[in-house]
T-cell receptor, first 112, second 113 residues
Framework: QKEVEQNSGPLSVPEGAIASLNCTYS??????FFWYRQYSGKSPELIMS????GDKEDGRFTAQLNKASQYVSLLIRDSQPSDSATYLC????????????FGKGTKLTVNP | DAEITQSPRHKITETGRQVTLACHQT?????MFWYRQDLGHGLRLIHY???????NKGEVSDGYSVSRSNTEDLPLTLESAASSQTSVYFC????????????FGAGTRLSVL
């Protein structure tokens, strides 16, 4: 059973701080990694994807991948109250499967 | 703009009734997925399809069925609704490959009474 684990949270940070969200996965051959944001009552929306070891930056968001440690993280710099949401980590395995395995999500609250 | 739409957005039904949730995408994606989301469980895959006439079971497929007669639609049918199927249902589609970004519909909130 392929698993994706996230800190259950909730995570609370003050406005302007860095929020750090973590995810580990069990399938060593996983090749694609995604971070989705889900506001309460809404559907998941993609905010970052990462495929290679290292960091990938997009505005205030940085995804970090370490395949040797089977670890992927999302950093949100200068956190804003509008970043308050649940963040879902998703992993795609190598091979023909197009399925994603999702973690249960981490709820982030950014306090003004 | 391409999109993925789900209908209805809210549904209340009684136990034992057959219910069909619609999913329609205009991305022209081959891959389509149905998930349910419950507190404490996250997103769980119900069924998925890689193309017309192709359907596959996910991790929580019991009591559900899908059919794929064209590229755009993947309806989800609850054969005999049970209270345990009260949930929020999301449809998603992707174009596959390494990118494999899944785009989600707005969801259907189903209550089985």
């Amino acid at each position: 059973q392929k698993e994706v684990e996230q800190n259950s949270g909730p995570l609370s940070v003050p406005e302007g701080a860095i929020a750090s969200l973590n995810c580990t996965y069990s399938d060593r051959v996983s090749q694609s990694f995604f971070w989705y944001r889900q506001y309460s009552g809404k559907s998941p929306e993609l905010i970052m994807s990462i495929y290679s070891n290292g960091d990938k930056e997009d505005g205030r968001f940085t995804a970090q991948l370490n395949k040797a440690s089977q670890y992927v993280s999302l950093l949100i710099r200068d956190s804003q109250p509008s970043d308050s949401a649940t963040y879902l980590c998703a992993v795609k395995s190598q091979g023909g499967s197009e399925k994603l395995v999702f973690g249960k999500g981490t709820k982030l609250t950014v306090n003004p | 703009d391409a999109e993925i739409t789900q209908s209805p957005r809210h549904k209340i039904t009684e136990t034992g009734r057959q219910v069909t949730l619609a999913c329609h995408q205009t991305w022209n994606h081959n891959n389509m997925f149905w998930y349910r989301q419950d507190l404490g469980h996250g997103l769980r895959l119900i069924h998925y399809s890689y193309g017309v006439q192709d359907t596959n079971k996910g991790e929580v497929s019991d009591g559900y069925s899908v059919s794929r007669s064209n590229t755009e639609d993947l309806p989800l049918t609850l054969e005999s609704a049970a209270s345990s199927q009260t949930s929020v249902y999301f449809c998603a589609s992707s174009d596959g490959g390494r990118g494999n970004i899944q785009y989600f519909g707005a969801g259907t909130r189903l209550s089985v009474l």
